[in-house]
């Protein structure tokens, strides 16, 4: 994977020249981050909810007394200061953190996802940061902290190697729209063709179960035998995830999505039936090494009949960039 991923890096260097030449001006896909609340490490893999943010994503990381964590996923401003309990030794301030970031679902994991800083991390002032009684207040205020970064624990080691998400597009299968991150080759996008059978679009809509759903276009697919069927054809790029804002409504409104007859998610049940949200889904990037051409299936009950509709909002797909460090 590691070899795909460095290959893809080549690649985009040409579709960024190729997103010049076209011209494109379109506006890249909003920021998406993981989004869930009082997650243990045993549960981290059923934090699949994500939001749309137009500020930076963050993860809060809260230290229990037996050495355990709980973490918190979202978006939010970023604050210059957030306040420390005290120095506990030289890595953590405290037993609190939060660390914010500002790409695609980079708070799965920040440190994975930022790049390292090119400033070297060290004290302004040497003296008073060495002081242990100076450096006790001075760590637990956080401004203060930032004059002795070192001594308070506020550095990261990074590796030479750190990674980026990239949308390779994001369709609306209702106005048969589709963007795609800067970086990413055009080509992806006009590759997009949708089949569908017995699916209705809902347009312009007010009239609906509550009042979050009237800000949203979607396409209801209510029948055992509704699906929709998008082809298109990539540049290598390995595939890491897929995202879907849906809805189900009262009576599960199952459905089962596969991409080239490998199943994602069977009778898919776990949206929310009160709002259209976005859910993500990891990809097995082995199971697609070496293709280009792709069918990506969402069929109402195609394993087992239930009763409801599915309502279907956007479709997103993402791959990850490796960056080395030259520093």
């Known amino acids: 994977m590691d070899r795909l991923v460095v290959l893809y890096s080549r690649i985009l260097s040409l579709a960024i020249f190729w997103a010049i030449v076209e011209g494109q001006g379109q506006t890249s896909p909003i ?58 030794g030289k890595r953590e301030l405290s037993s609190a953190r939060r660390e914010f970031c500002k790409k695609e679902i980079c708070n799965t994991d920040v440190k994975h996802f930022q790049a390292p800083s090119a400033t070297p991390c060290g004290d302004v002032s040497a003296n008073d940061c060495r002081d242990p009684t100076a450096l006790a207040s001075i760590c637990s205020d956080c401004d203060l902290a930032q ?29 048969k729209t589709c963007r795609h991150s800067a970086s990413v080759n055009p080509s992806i996008c006009k ?3 949708e089949q569908y059978n017995r699916v209705v679009p809902v347009i312009n809509n007010n009239t609906t179960l509550n009042a979050a759903h009237a800000k949203h276009d979607y396409l209801i697919l209510a029948q055992p035998d509704s699906y929709l069927n998008l082809h298109f054809r990539t540049n290598g790029e390995p595939l ?18 596969l991409l080239n007859n490998n199943t994602i998610v069977e009778s898919y049940n ?58």
């Open 147 to 175: 004059y002795c970064r070192k001594s308070c624990g506020l550095c990261r080691d990074h590796g030479n190697t750190w990674y980026e998400n990239v949308v390779l597009f994001d369709y609306d299968p209702v106005h």
């Open 240 to 257: 890491t995830n897929l995202q879907i804002s849906g809805c189900k409504t009262t009576g599960l409104g199952r459905v089962d999505i």
């Open 31 to 88: 920021l998406h981050c993981l989004y869930c609340s009082n997650v243990a490490l045993s549960n981290l893999n059923r934090c699949v909810t994500l939001t749309e943010c137009a500020d930076e994503c963050y993860t809060d990381t809260q230290v229990q007394s037996d050495g355990s964590w709980i973490k918190q996923f979202g978006c939010a401003k970023k604050t210059a200061c957030v306040s420390s309990q005290g120095v506990v």
């Open 191 to 193: 590759s997009v063709t």
């Open 270 to 327: 776990q949206t929310s039936k009160w709002d259209l949200g976005w859910q993500i889904h990891k990809l097995h990037t082995n199971q697609y090494l070496n293709v280009q051409d792709y069918n990506l299936h969402i069929r109402k009950d195609a394993t087992s009949i239930s009763y409801g509709h599915y309502w279907l909002s956007r479709i997103r797909l993402e791959s990850v960039v490796v960056h080395h460090s030259h520093h």
